[in-house]
């Protein structure tokens, strides 16, 4: 083999080498470019899922909201009756606004307080009992008072 003829087998086998390197980067950067794309793919996955959660948390903080703007409207009602005893000794609630009405006051079921609801109390004839359409009848006094007024009531301590 002469001089020119090894000097091709170089070149060739330099050609190989080089071909064989950069095929060889190129499968590891596709690799690196593969590795890249998965741990991405997982980022955004990450991404979206604490969007999601943040979400989440925001409706139920907002429905939390509610909630406690409900339960303070609801207390601030249940805050205009005060509980009384009748004549009788049962015990009701009296709205405060309507205690010293001269239509009468407006009473409310102690049974229904305790529900944190509300429900009016009906007078029945000659004011003997009210009626809670829940609960029936309530005792409320003991004798039949002239027409007038409905009773007194002493306020509980």
Partial sequence: MGIAEAIAAVRTAWGAAESAL????TI???????????????????AFALAEAKEAYASHARDLENEIIELRKKADKLGQYERVRTPVGTIVFVETA??????????AC???MDESKISTLQPAPNNIY????????????QHPWPSGGVGVLARME
Avoid: W
């Fill in 22 to 25: 950069e095929a060889r980067d």
């Fill in 28 to 46: 590891k950067l596709n690799e690196v470019k593969i590795t890249m794309s998965n741990q991405l793919l997982e980022l955004y996955t990450a």
């Fill in 98 to 107: 309507s205690k010293n009405d001269p239509n009468g006051s407006v009473y």
């Fill in 110 to 112: 102690a049974l229904c």
């Fill in 130 to 141: 009210l009626t809670c359409a829940r609960h029936g009848k309530i005792g409320f006094n």
